[in-house]
């Protein structure tokens, strides 16, 4: 039993103390546990206390409420309409600050950061799990980036772990396609740690909060995963199509044009066709971003491209009003991009995005602590 519960952000979070281990359940299960600005604004503050109070002494294990999702992404619908006011300029800023911050947990404090990423995990969800030092996936998780079929970008941190993937040019591939990934493929994508029945999660989670220390997580963990993993569904044809044609390309017009050339015409243009529908104006962007982000050693560095890129996709184009508006407003699905073809995005737009300094100021994060990703 807890020693104690907190409930915030109006019941959105629920904190369970057990001691060594802190138990958090994301609470919004009817909206797949999508991360709201309050919710950030209610993370930091404990994350501050536990490595303040409890350096090396607890172990952080975060969980989605119910069946269908660990976190289905930020609450993009209140960032398309700045509900309430000041999201969009704040939320990037926290969500990105407590990205950080797990992912400087057991460098800076000694705390191993457990994500149990069963069920739909997406955009925010990736970022409050993967720079973790933990991340326990299932045959229900379904992890996917498709920020840039809503005219955004991979962000949370995705210009880090999405360029050091397990295979040459998979990061790129599911940054600009939005396809998903699921159960094992997790794993051996190097986006999940460990792979667990999904059965055996409840049993798991049990065993989690009766730590001692934590030191003892890692043998936990172990003696719950699956002896066996179905392989990953991706063969070797598919996985030598993706590092052809997403890993050497500098522009997306390089993409499209190695994937018209392919011997497999079916699945070269199964995967145009699901880049063609992303705003072109992403679809560019997120390219330079992981080429970018596939240099860079510092995250901090990372985040400070990261919030200028998110700045610019909420002040210099409509596509992420449009996005939204098409996809989950709407739902029609019928989102009119401008411009409206990659052809039409000058180089010079760009490089707006990476050169424009916020009005708001840009993201200061100290830059001496976690260096490159652990995937």
Same mark, same amino acid.
């Given at each position: 039993?807890?020693?104690?519960?907190?409930?915030?952000a109006e019941g959105a979070l629920l904190v369970e103390d057990f001691g060594v281990t802190k138990l958090i359940t994301l609470n919004r299960e009817k909206a797949l546990n999508a991360l709201t600005?309050? #919710?950030?604004?209610?993370?930091?503050?404990?994350?501050?206390?536990?490595?303040?109070?409890?350096?090396?002494?607890?172990? &952080?294990? #975060?969980? +989605?409420?119910?069946?269908?999702?660990?976190?289905?992404?930020?609450?993009?619908?209140?960032?398309?309409?700045?509900?309430?006011?000041?999201?969009?300029?704040?939320?990037?800023?926290?969500?990105?600050?407590?990205?950080?911050?797990? +992912?400087?947990?057991?460098?800076?404090?000694?705390?191993?950061? &457990?994500?149990?990423?069963? %069920?739909?995990?997406?955009?925010?969800?990736? +970022?409050?799990?993967?720079? %973790?030092?933990? /991340?326990?996936?299932?045959?229900?998780?379904?992890?996917?980036?498709?920020?840039?079929?809503?005219?955004?970008?991979?962000?949370?941190?995705?210009?880090?772990?999405?360029?050091?993937? !397990?295979?040459?040019?998979?990061?790129?591939?599911?940054?600009?396609?939005? /396809?998903?990934?699921?159960?094992?493929?997790?794993?051996?994508?190097?986006? +999940?740690?460990?792979?667990?029945? /999904?059965?055996?999660?409840?049993?798991?989670?049990?065993?989690?909060?009766?730590?001692?220390?934590?030191?003892?997580?890692?043998?936990?963990?172990?003696?719950?995963?699956?002896?066996?993993?179905?392989?990953?569904?991706?063969?070797?044809?598919?996985?030598?199509?993706?590092?052809?044609?997403?890993?050497?390309?500098?522009?997306?017009?390089?993409? @499209?044009?190695?994937? !018209?050339?392919?011997?497999?015409?079916?699945?070269?243009?199964?995967?145009?066709?699901?880049?063609?529908?992303?705003?072109?104006?992403?679809?560019?962007?997120? @390219?330079?971003? @992981?080429?970018?982000?596939?240099? #860079?050693?510092?995250?901090?560095?990372?985040?400070?491209?990261?919030? /200028?890129l998110s700045q610019g996709f909420m002040n210099l184009t409509d596509d992420f009003n449009e996005g939204v508006r098409a996809t989950l407003l709407d739902k029609t699905n019928d989102p009119r991009?401008?411009?409206?073809?990659?052809?039409?995005?000058?180089?010079?737009?760009?490089?707006?995005?990476?050169?424009?300094?916020?009005?708001?100021?840009?993201?200061?994060?100290?830059?001496?602590?976690?260096?490159?990703?652990?995937?």
């Amino acid at each position: 039993m807890a020693k104690s519960l907190r409930t915030l952000a109006e019941g959105a979070l629920l904190v369970e103390d057990f001691g060594v281990t802190k138990l958090i359940t994301l609470n919004r299960e009817k909206a797949l546990n999508a991360l709201t600005w309050p #919710m950030v604004k209610a993370l930091q503050p404990l994350y501050d206390e536990w490595q303040r109070i409890q350096k090396g002494a607890c172990a &952080i294990v #975060m969980r +989605g409420a119910g069946k269908k999702a660990f976190c289905a992404g930020g609450d993009v619908v209140g960032l398309a309409r700045d509900d309430p006011p000041g999201t969009r300029v704040h939320f990037f800023k926290e969500e990105y600050t407590l990205n950080y911050t797990i +992912g400087n947990l057991m460098k800076q404090s000694g705390i191993p950061h &457990i994500a149990i990423l069963d %069920g739909i995990t997406m955009g925010g969800g990736v +970022g409050l799990s993967l720079h %973790g030092s933990h /991340r326990v996936c299932t045959e229900a998780t379904m992890l996917a980036m498709p920020e840039c079929a809503l005219g955004l970008f991979p962000d949370v941190g995705g210009s880090i772990f999405l360029p050091r993937l !397990s295979h040459p040019g998979l990061g790129e591939y599911f940054a600009l396609t939005g /396809r998903r990934l699921k159960g094992a493929d997790v794993k051996h994508a190097g986006m +999940g740690t460990h792979f667990v029945p /999904r059965d055996s999660v409840p049993d798991l989670v049990n065993s989690l909060t009766q730590l001692s220390s934590p030191n003892s997580v890692d043998s936990v963990i172990k003696s719950f995963v699956a002896p066996t993993i179905p392989e990953f569904s991706l063969d070797d044809a598919t996985l030598q199509l993706i590092k052809t044609c997403f890993s050497v390309p500098q522009k997306i017009e390089d993409v @499209l044009n190695a994937l !018209s050339r392919e011997m497999d015409q079916e699945l070269s243009n199964s995967i145009m066709r699901d880049i063609l529908k992303a705003s072109p104006t992403s679809l560019k962007v997120t @390219l330079e971003q @992981l080429r970018r982000g596939a240099k #860079m050693t510092d995250t901090a560095e990372n985040y400070h491209m990261e919030y /200028r890129l998110s700045q610019g996709f909420m002040n210099l184009t409509d596509d992420f009003n449009e996005g939204v508006r098409a996809t989950l407003l709407d739902k029609t699905n019928d989102p009119r991009w401008k411009p409206s073809s990659v052809a039409q995005v000058q180089e010079s737009f760009v490089s707006k995005f990476f050169d424009t300094a916020p009005a708001s100021g840009d993201l200061k994060l100290p830059s001496s602590s976690s260096t490159t990703s652990r995937l």
